[in-house]
């Protein structure tokens, strides 16, 4: 808790950009520490010590939040690390979201001080408190990290002994003008801890065509690069990032844009271990502009994944092994953009928490990991930012000020709230954005042209302008970035679909949504009306969403459609999440299984053909002539098209969460074989236990199903319902139809 604490600063602009603020302090040595907590936060991000031991395992604490209305502190069982008698305690202050380049629109940058508070409590043996709480008495002083920054990396400077370091001094109370996070601004830490995870060692070191020296990590990853050396005092060792290698085999970083990506570091003398402090790349290779010729990076560097320390909750693998990798990949981008908050991409001068992008992979991400408390956080900070006029912002947090309201971008609000919902069946979770879905929804209702719609006057539709679109979707001219399909359209789908979850809201919570249902009837009869699908993209959200009453025959073009083009994938972010869905639901699973298994450019495994170890932006990343696609928006790394496995947990394996039951209550299993996959397995673990969903083509042609459900479940094989109770079932069908 922080109570008495008083936030500090470094006073001096002059002094160190990461500064260290320290207090030494007393226990009584004849009495015994019964209990100890240290709370602490930073404006900028922090890392705390007790008698130079690390405090917890939380890297870039105090996470990511929208800071002008919230910022967590953490609470930390520091009892054994303190001594009876003297102690010492430290912590290191860097720039991170709040103070670096990330946020510069948002207000405060690198010339902001840095600043601390913290609070520790010790309870002796015999109830006696003591406390210690940041005020004038502490000491500031500089550090070894001389810069540091999310997009351009971190220089640590290790040749300064202690006596090198200029010489601490009396900490100043921050300035008014600078303590605009006055106690009801601070929250106890609500996400999950970023935590270091994979390690991974190189597998290859060479020499590109250009002469560049390159490291190969063999995985897209986001973390950084641990070095561990036998050096001499003054030893540079210095490298940049990259996903990639141009057509040629040499190192490619255009990619990441204003984003420099360096890490730097002077060494010692002697053995010595390095990772950054406070700063992330996106990378899988790694160039070096600086390294002794005595040390070899194969032994050398390891690669540290990090992100949010979710718990691993579904498993899926089936008989294509370029699906695997899809889905591995898949498993990687999440990773590598859940450090706290869900963003776009990891590695270019972007990294936002871009609303459109979470909504759409949201569902699946709830499959791999658990995602709840991750998400609920994250909510909270929409919530913050939202426009008292109900618009959504675009970005969550917003760092650069957009005003709010494009379709898809918005409706997270209302979607992702909900498939939590879904997927872990705690309703407080609804109750906590039933407003914010209100104000949204009431927000479209004042914004539309045309009541009952939300379309938007001409001028508003351009690239850049009120929405979207179908973000990257291939059938617009080539090098677009909005698809061909109509905002009004997109739109008004979306603006239906907040309205009905916001009526499925109340129906759970026991609100008056009355209101709110007409309202959802009058926008599908006016769309009905009004709209004919035309494009893919406009059949796929008529069919998924029920906006069309002719379901049957929008089906039946949505699969001709394809089919005459080849199986070629032309919708772009909103479209292409629901894509198999509308194939498989009405009764053209064939299909939707020939899209996820095409090869050819557009497809998914296109990219895993290329060596794609995340998932692209773009279909077209890198086109089959070994060409990028423009420098400006080339991620390797964004999870927006991994939604797809979505489809295999809840469609190929039958594992889907619904409304009648949230949380797999009592799930229904209802697997869709494919030949051509041969096999699929899936597991997943509930709140009530683990779900298993197998099937296997025979020999003989027949399927063999497998399925073990913790609690009393409904199974569905080929159209026949069995009604069971916990257990193991096997089932046999001859037939590939579901
Ligand atoms: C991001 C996207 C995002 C989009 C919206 C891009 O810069 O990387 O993933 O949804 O902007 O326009």
Not at 53 to 79: H, I, M, W
Not at 95 to 102: N, P
Not at 126 to 143: K, L, M, N
Not at 706 to 724: F, L, N, Q, Y
């Amino acid at each position: 808790m922080i109570k008495d604490a008083l936030w500090i600063g470094i006073g001096d602009a002059n002094i160190s950009l990461c500064p260290e603020f320290s207090r030494k302090f007393s226990l009584n040595k004849e009495k015994e520490i019964k209990h100890a907590e240290l709370s602490v936060t930073a404006l900028g991000v922090y890392e705390a010590s007790i008698n130079g031991c690390r405090v917890g395992n939380f890297v870039l604490a105090p996470g990511c939040t929208s800071y002008k209305k919230r910022l967590q502190y953490e609470t930390y069982d520091v009892t054994e690390m303190l001594l009876r008698g003297e102690n010492k305690i430290s912590i290191l202050v860097g720039a991170g979201w709040y103070r670096g380049r990330i946020s510069a629109a948002y207000g405060k940058t690198h010339s902001f001080p840095a600043a601390v508070i913290s609070e520790l409590t010790v309870e002796y043996g015999d109830g006696e408190i003591f406390t210690q709480v940041t005020d004038e008495s502490w000491r500031a002083g500089e550090s070894r990290i001389l810069a540091s920054d999310i997009y351009d990396g971190e220089t640590y400077d290790a040749s300064f002994d202690d006596a090198c370091l200029s010489p601490s001094y009396p900490a100043k109370l921050l300035d008014s003008e600078y303590a605009d996070f006055a106690s009801e601004t601070l929250v106890p830490h609500e996400g999950e801890y970023v935590t270091e995870h994979e390690r991974i060692k190189p597998c290859a070191y060479f020499i590109t065509p250009k002469g560049e020296r390159v490291v190969d990590f063999g995985q897209n990853l986001a973390g950084y690069v641990e070095i561990s050396v036998n050096a001499r005092l003054g030893d540079k060792i210095e490298f940049t990032h990259a996903e990639t290698l141009d057509g040629e085999g040499n190192f490619y970083r255009d990619n990441y844009r204003g984003a420099e990506a360096k890490a730097t570091y002077i060494c010692r003398d002697g053995n010595q271990t390095y990772k950054p402090h406070f700063t992330f790349y996106g990378f899988r290779y790694i160039k070096l502009l600086s390294c002794p010729k005595d040390v070899n990076p194969l032994e050398c560097f390891t690669a540290v994944a990090i992100y949010s320390d979710m718990k691993r909750t579904g498993y899926f693998s089936c008989g294509n092994e370029k699906v695997n990798r899809l889905y591995e990949n898949t498993l990687w981008s999440q990773r590598s953009n859940f450090i706290d908050i869900p963003t776009d991409c990891p590695q270019r001068d972007e990294r936002m928490g871009w609303t459109g992008d979470a909504q759409v992979f949201a569902s699946s991400a709830a499959y791999n990991y658990d995602v709840f408390k991750f998400f609920r956080k994250w909510l909270r900070d929409l919530r913050a930012e939202q426009r008292e006029n109900g618009a959504v912002t675009e970005i969550v947090p917003n760092f650069w000020n957009l005003a709010g309201s494009s379709a898809a971008w918005g409706d997270a609000a209302a979607i992702i709230p909900w498939k939590m919902y879904l997927a872990y069946g705690d309703e407080s979770i609804l109750d906590e954005n039933f407003q914010s879905v209100k104000k949204w929804v009431d927000f479209i209702t004042n914004d539309t042209k045309d009541p009952y719609l939300w379309t938007c006057c001409a001028s508003e539709k351009r690239v850049w302008g009120k929405h979207y679109g179908d973000w990257l979707a291939l059938d617009a001219p080539a090098g677009s970035y909005k698809g061909a399909t109509d905002d009004d359209f997109i739109a008004s789908v979306f603006y239906c679909v907040s309205v009905r979850l916001l009526t499925e809201y109340g129906h759970v919570l026991g609100r008056d949504v009355s209101e709110y249902e007409e309202l959802a009837k009058k926008i599908r009869d006016t769309f009905v009306s009004r709209f004919s699908p035309v494009t893919e993209m406009e059949h796929v959200l008529a069919l998924y969403f029920d906006m069309t009453d002719d379901a049957a025959g929008v089906a039946a073009a949505l699969n001709e459609m394809i089919k005459n083009d080849g199986y070629k994938l032309n919708t772009g972010f909103v479209g292409t999440p629901y894509l198999l869905y509308a194939l498989s639901e009405n009764g053209y699973a064939e299909t939707a299984y020939s899209l996820l298994l095409r090869e050819e450019y557009p497809s998914w495994l296109y990219e895993v053909n290329h060596g794609a170890t995340t998932i692209w932006e773009h279909w077209d990343g890198i086109n089959d002539e070994g060409n990028f696609w423009s420098a400006d928006m080339n991620s390797f790394n964004h999870y927006a098209y991994g939604s797809v496995i979505g489809w295999l947990y809840e469609v190929a394996a039958g594992i889907a969460a619904d409304k009648e039951n949230p949380g797999f209550s009592r799930p229904t299993i209802k697997p869709c074989p494919d030949k051509r996959l041969g096999h699929a397995a899936a597991r997943l673990e509930t709140q009530y236990g683990t779900i298993c969903s197998e099937w296997t083509y025979t020999a003989d042609g027949s399927v063999k199903y497998k399925i073990s459900v913790p609690t009393d479940a409904v199974i569905i094989i080929c159209g026949e319902r069995h009604e069971v109770s916990a257990g193991e079932y096997e089932f046999s069908s001859r037939e590939n139809f579901v």
